[in-house]
């Protein structure tokens, strides 16, 4: 393994946390950036795990994530792409069934009151939350599917990241993240904007892919010595962006450093399938719960954590 050294360059996207945070953009590619300290803990001891696939960690706090890596500008120009939804258009209905597992799992947990979910797609979650909360907002990158979801469920997102509402003086009672964090630049920055734009006591949802601790992961370790996180490109032939690559030790660590109480560290039900796959998905996901249950240890592809906000 490598080490990165640290710069002091101006991160241009959070003007607010400079000397924090470092990165500088690859000249040869002018659509990619990479870090010189970790964005969550801030130390300049960053180790190349993965040159293949530009995979490096933290030393310090053991956070993983892709770098270089794409800039802010880039990932918004591949999430607009006309197509991009496309497939999720195509899978509707397996996806209410994914957001229905989702709103069973929340809803002995919810504050009362509004919702801000963060990074909502299409709107289709907001769409079914509604007799749930008092009032429910969304934000968005995408302008296709900003578009999306107000002509599919008359919803009016905010297109722009949530750091974008600080300072609107509007609070919300549940914030809700899913499948969002491993796509942010700046996981840190993220989190703290969502404490900054909850109420006293409010609910952070956040639910992540668990590619590195998961079984699958843990077995493609011990076949390979990676990982087998591809390399990002920003060509088409992958799906999604994942900048960072979240353990749930980590995430949690990143949430209580931030001023959250965790109070459920769970499986994240996401899984699509249809037919005899659903019913294996099902079987492996409660496999996994119950596995969870006694050894305290989540397998399963995808976390789920819910956070109460605390004093810093």
């Known amino acids: 393994m490598s080490c990165i050294n640290s710069a ?154 949530i750091e974008g509402l600080l300072g609107q003086e509007q609070i919300f009672d549940n914030i809700t993240l899913f499948h969002v964090l491993e796509h942010v630049p700046d996981p840190r920055v993220t989190i703290e904007a969502c404490h900054a734009l909850l109420s006293p006591d409010g609910i952070l949802v956040i639910a992540v892919p668990n590619e590195i601790a998961s079984l699958r992961g843990r077995l493609r370790t011990l076949r390979g010595g990676r990982y087998g996180i591809p390399r ?10 994942h900048l960072s690559h979240f353990t749930p030790n980590v995430l949690r660590r990143a949430l209580e450093h931030t001023g959250f109480s965790v109070i459920s560290n769970t499986p994240d039900p996401y899984f699509l399938r249809k037919g005899l796959r659903r019913l294996k998905a099902e079987a492996f996901y409660f496999g996994c719960v119950a596995f969870q249950r006694v050894f305290r240890v989540n397998l399963f592809d995808a976390m789920l954590l819910i956070a109460r906000k605390v004093s810093k």
């Open 8 to 161: 002091d360059l101006y991160y241009r996207d959070c003007p607010r946390h400079a000397q924090r945070q470092h990165a500088s953009m690859d000249m040869e590619s002018p659509y990619f950036e990479t870090l010189h300290s970790c964005n969550l803990c801030a130390s300049t001891t960053l180790e190349l795990l993965d040159p293949e696939s530009n995979i490096a960690r933290c030393a310090s706090c053991h956070y993983i994530f892709d770098n270089p890596r794409p800039s802010l500008e880039a990932l918004t120009g591949f999430y607009s792409r006309a197509a991009k939804y496309d497939s999720w258009l195509n899978d509707l209905e397996a996806r209410n069934r994914l957001w229905q597992r989702r709103l069973r799992k929340l809803r002995s947990q919810r504050k009362p009151g509004s919702l801000l979910d963060v990074g909502t797609g299409i709107g289709q979650f907001l769409s079914l939350a509604r007799s749930l909360y008092t009032a429910v907002y969304g934000t968005e990158i995408s302008t296709t599917a900003v578009a999306l979801a107000r002509e599919k469920y008359s919803l009016n997102l905010f297109q722009g990241t």
């Open 232 to 241: 990002i490109s920003l060509d088409g032939s992958i799906d999604e962006i």
